[in-house]
T-cell receptor, first 114, second 112 residues
């Protein structure tokens, strides 16, 4: 079955630390990948997306993600986090070949300490 | 302003009392869907709609109904709510099924 896994459920960092959140998917064929962010009390907003082309994708607020097909991974990175990055981050995927579902990972709660 | 609007934002109801959560988008999107968000489980899709009059079950459809009579609206109906449907619900829309989703502000439902 198609699935998306986020192995880090809670991450605590100090400001200016580097961030990497893991995301693995189990899809065959062509896949679209997304990272969404949910700030406290708010709805989900798109950080970045990968459909095709350059596997290194740059998003808003200094975030980037790298699609590594051989590892079925789409990890989210930021070189230097800020307190305002405290939020929950969701990886999501859907398949161009089948399924009309956008499947989400279970999320990673990031707390950035000032 | 392009947006997905859900109402109400907060709702407390009793077991068995039918309710409807409305969702409307102003972007002429074809694809709409409903998710519930529960701690540790991420977002799980309840129902989705490819276009007007075309709906299908997601991963957790039990206890829910939807309709898509107009392109902009996609209400979620709980005919007989139960406490295990207490959750945070999000409506989302996208231009096509495989493009990015835009989310509503969420509806926090409590069933007592």
């Amino acid at each position: 079955a198609q699935s998306v896994s986020q192995h880090n459920h809670h991450v605590i960092l100090s400001e200016a630390a580097s961030l990497e959140l893991g995301c693995n998917y189990s899809y065959g064929g062509t896949v679209n990948l997304f990272w969404y962010v949910q700030y406290p009390g708010q709805h989900l907003q798109l950080l970045l997306k990968y459909f095709s082309g350059d596997p290194l994708v740059k998003g808003i607020k200094g975030f980037e993600a790298e699609f590594i097909k051989s590892k079925f991974s789409f990890n989210l990175r930021k070189p230097s986090v800020q307190w305002s990055d405290t939020a929950e981050y969701f990886c999501a995927a859907n398949s161009m070949d089948s399924s009309y579902k956008l499947i989400f990972g279970s999320g990673t709660r990031l707390l950035v300490r000032p | 302003e392009a947006q997905v609007t859900q109402n109400p934002r907060y709702l407390i109801t009793v077991t068995g009392k039918k309710l409807t959560v409305t969702c409307s988008q102003n972007m002429n999107h074809e694809y709409m869907s409903w998710y519930r968000q529960d701690p540790g489980l991420g977002l799980r899709q309840i129902y989705y709609s490819m276009n007007v009059e075309v709906t299908d079950k997601g991963d957790v459809p039990e206890g829910y109904k939807v309709s898509r009579k107009e392109k902009r609206n996609f209400p979620l109906i709980l005919e007989s709510p139960s406490p295990n449907q207490t959750s945070l619900y999000f409506c989302a829309s996208s231009l096509r099924v495989h493009t990015e989703a835009f989310f509503g502000q969420g509806t926090r439902l409590t069933v007592v």
